[in-house]
């Protein structure tokens, strides 16, 4: 049927700042407080819009951690590629973790929020998946596949631990582990294991 509605978008940002408000929403007040009226006020946009782009608040959540990962693996890509050595995707490493771009408490609390849900919800799972595949593909330009997954946990563990930490990372100590890591046993390096 031509000429409705759904053909000829009037706010063409529209989807896109409705999982922004979702992340935000999700960002305050977690998960469980999360709801279609908290989004639409949020995105100043009618409550009927969500309803529009989505089919439930399970489909806007999974869009809006899915936002989420593309956002963050985005930039673990961007941070890695810059890299033309060694010692420079080690010091990339070492700014995903320590640096203020990549993990900030923002991006921390929808991570935790994200896991959380994933436990629960199989298409947020499916999402995790694929971000973790990304992020070793990512290190993958540098490293071989055991240093990769490796250098992976630690990037996604040491800010959960500095989320609850109330000293900051050592940035020398981080450098050494992650040296320690690039230049580790020899099953490491081929990825056995």
Known sequence: ???????????????????????????????????????????????????????????????????????MSHLYRRTLQSAASTAEAEAAVVELICGP??????????????YAYANHNEAVSATTRTWLERSRDSLALHFTPGVSRALDALIEGW?????????????????ETVHAIVTAAPELSTGAG
């Open 1 to 71: 049927m031509s000429g409705t509605r759904r053909e000829i978008p009037n706010d063409p940002g529209r989807k896109e700042r409705i999982l922004d408000a979702a992340l935000e929403v999700i960002a305050e007040g977690g998960v469980h407080r999360t709801t279609h009226r908290k989004i639409a006020a949020r995105a100043e946009v009618p409550l009927g819009s969500l309803t529009y782009y989505f089919d439930g608040i399970a489909d806007l959540l999974a869009q809006a951690f899915a936002r989420l990962s593309d956002t």
């Open 101 to 114: 771009a990549y993990a900030t408490e923002r991006d921390m609390t929808l991570i935790f929020e994200m």
């Open 159 to 175: 800010p959960m631990h500095r989320a609850f930490d109330d000293t900051p990372l050592d940035r020398r100590l981080v450098t």
